[in-house]
């Protein structure tokens, strides 16, 4: 049978698939309120402490909007598999809450996408260096089963759309015909509004064919009533010169003379590059100019942005810093940790959710040395030094390419400390959600090793560290 006698087949299964999905039982990690300055990794001491955290569903993003009242939205990193994530947050009352959903999901490329790790080096020994898979996109099976994956959560972004809002499927040429043709019968072909040419110069090229270099973004509306705020591009003057006619503004930069035109469906931006301060590390991120563009063409400020295959985070990235509210899914440990660490890094407020079948956070087994006096004005003065890390009880096994036995030893014995992503600590812990005070997240290799703060009131003090494996555990000091 060939994939085009399937499609039909593929559509109504997935639209029966997603009617009986059961949504995603999802619990709290850690939910970040970022007062503070970012860089210090600290929300201001705890002084201001979660004023504006308001209570959000299980699998909602955000209660109320961002601008007007002054209170910033609490955002959402969701660990989970996209189609029951998203029946939770239809479940919650989030039909039609979305102004804007992009997806990048894996492309069919047959491939898996690896990270290069690594790690400071040990006392002795040499630093040891792998490659650590961020995702798969290998599909044992045919192109068919690659469409029903994607078909069921089509119809789950339709549901989750506001009326006025818009999708964004981000592919290449490997897939992107099939995913049209499911895109016009499941949003209707009247609904496709642009078929977007995503221009760049990196990546390699073949003596055999034209270089492949763009990718492919399908952009459909919900209704004939979406929201589009046009953009505006140079187009320079023929020899650069002034053209000087009646009513046409015209502009100079050093290239030469222009107008600004409406702008066209083939954008050229650039990749993120190797020494880009954009780079996460985790393999095909895309840039932020991309996702800023589509994001202010399609959404205002305090709209609810979402990204079900989220990645390294770009669209929450890009959507935080337009002040849109925003929701980052992904499946992947070390994607929802990237995510964090970018996302806690310019000062976001979210939550980080997860699927509840995946164990959540394990006791940990690292150490944590707690120093506590008096401070002035009433404080108490806390520094929390974390002493040494190991592996949590009932850790997953290690990925097969991770450094194993000899070399892990070493570095469990030595630098334990490198295989450290992100630790935070809650200073007053309820006994039920990591509200953390301040935080660190490994920056160029380095991590820092203590946290050191003024609060209004110590209580538990909680420790949650999260490791390269994308292990998280905690502990408790009482
Ligand atoms: C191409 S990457 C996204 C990259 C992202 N746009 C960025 O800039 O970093 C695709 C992501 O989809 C995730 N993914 C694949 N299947 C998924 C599923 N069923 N549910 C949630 N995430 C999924 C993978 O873990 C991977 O991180």
């Keep these: 049978m060939t994939v085009l006698s399937e499609l039909e087949r593929i559509l109504s299964d997935a639209k029966e698939e997603w009617r009986g999905q059961e949504a995603a039982p999802m619990e709290t990690l850690e939910t970040i309120t970022a007062d503070g300055p970012a860089e210090t990794g600290s929300r201001g001491g705890g002084a201001k402490n979660g004023g504006d955290v308001r209570p959000a569903p299980v699998g909602g993003?955000?209660?109320g909007a961002a601008g007007g009242s002054g209170a910033r939205p609490l955002n959402q990193i969701a660990?989970?598999?996209n189609l029951g994530f998203m029946k939770a947050c239809a479940d919650d009352g989030m039909g039609g809450a979305f102004n804007l959903i992009y997806i990048d999901p894996p492309f069919f490329s047959k491939r898996n996408y690896d990270a290069e790790v690594k790690l400071a080096a040990p006392a002795h020994g040499t630093a040891p260096t792998w490659r650590q898979t961020n995702y798969s996109d290998a599909w044992p099976g045919d192109l068919g089963q690659y469409l029903r994956m994607l078909a069921p959560r089509l119809y789950g972004f339709k549901e989750l759309l506001a009326d006025t809002g818009?999708?964004?499927v981000h592919l290449d040429w490997h897939v992107v015909h099939y995913a049209k043709v499911l895109m016009d019968e499941i949003f209707g072909a009247g609904n496709f509004v642009n078929e977007i040419i995503w221009n760049y110069k990196s990546g390699g090229a073949s003596k055999r064919r034209f270089a492949r270099k763009h990718d492919t973004l399908l952009f459909y509306s919900k209704?004939?009533?979406?929201?589009?705020?046009?953009?505006?591009?140079?187009?320079?003057?023929r020899e650069l010169k002034p053209y000087r006619f009646k009513g046409v503004k015209e502009y100079k930069d050093a290239l030469g003379w222009y107008t600004l035109v409406n702008m066209k469906d083939v954008w050229e931006l650039d990749m993120v590059g190797r020494t880009s301060?954009?780079?996460t590390g985790y393999a095909?991120?895309?840039p932020e100019s991309l996702l800023l563009r589509i994001l202010e063409s399609c959404s205002e400020e305090g709209d609810l942005c979402g990204d079900f295959f989220g990645g390294s985070g770009t669209m929450a990235a890009a959507a935080e810093r337009l002040g849109r509210r925003w929701l980052s899914c992904d499946q992947g440990r070390l994607a929802a940790l990237s995510t964090q660490k970018r996302m806690a890094g310019l000062g976001a407020n979210f939550r980080l959710t997860a699927d509840r079948r995946l164990g959540g956070d394990l006791p940990g087994r690292f150490e944590a040395e707690l120093n506590i006096s008096a401070a002035p004005a009433g404080k108490t003065r806390i520094s929390v030094r974390l002493a040494k890390y190991a592996l949590p009880e009932g850790a997953p096994p290690l990925p097969p390419e991770a450094p194993q036995s000899r070399a892990l030893d070493e570095i469990l014995s030595g630098a334990s400390l490198g295989l450290v992503e992100y630790w935070s600590v809650d200073v007053d812990y309820d006994g039920e959600s990591h509200k953390p005070t301040a935080w660190k997240a490994k920056k160029d290799g380095r991590i820092g090793d203590e946290i050191e703060l003024a609060a209004e009131r110590v209580g538990a003090v909680r420790v949650r560290a999260v490791d390269i494996f994308g292990n998280s555990s905690f502990r408790v000091y009482t």
Excluded: G, I, M
């Excluded at 209704?223 to 187009?235: D, R």
């Design 166 to 168: 818009c999708l964004w």
């Design 79 to 81: 660990l989970a598999d």
């Design 277 to 279: 301060k954009e780079r």
């Design 284 to 286: 095909t991120q895309k």
């Design 61 to 63: 993003a955000v209660a």
């Design 223 to 237: 209704t004939a009533e979406y929201h589009f705020n046009p953009q505006k591009e140079k187009s320079y003057n």
